[in-house]
């Protein structure tokens, strides 16, 4: 496929071509051609040992850490469920939460309630 790009005018319809052939997307085969242009130096970009690297690093920090989300709980007891929440004793759970987590040598880090959790998960 690399060798023949220059057959095309352009990558989108070299894959697009190839891929009709091979059976498979042409945005998947669009998406590798192009890493593998990162990966030999052709391309600005982050190489697959790059993104290798990045995720082993990621599981470490995550085996090492145990991450808590700041809630607004004044917030959330003004609903429905606000008996529920306010007996819950969040402050009594955290306070157990670390004291578990120092003895077993990990961190506890705090991401404020405006950390946008739900789109990093």
Request: charged residues 25%.
């Amino acid at each position: 496929m690399l060798d023949h790009l220059d057959e095309y005018p352009n990558l989108t319809c070299a894959c697009e071509t190839v891929s009709a052939r091979l059976g498979f997307g042409a945005e998947s085969l669009r998406r590798w051609v192009r890493q593998t242009q990162i990966d030999q130096g052709q391309r600005e970009g982050v190489t697959s040992v790059g993104v290798e690297e990045a995720k082993v690093s990621r599981r470490e920090v995550r085996r090492q850490a145990t991450f808590v989300e700041l809630l607004n709980i004044r917030g959330m007891a003004a609903g429905r469920l606000a008996k529920s929440i306010s007996d819950a004793g969040w402050a009594l759970f955290l306070k157990a939460l670390a004291s578990g987590a120092e003895h077993h040598g990990r961190k506890i880090l705090l991401a404020p309630a405006a950390f946008p959790s739900s789109r990093t998960c």
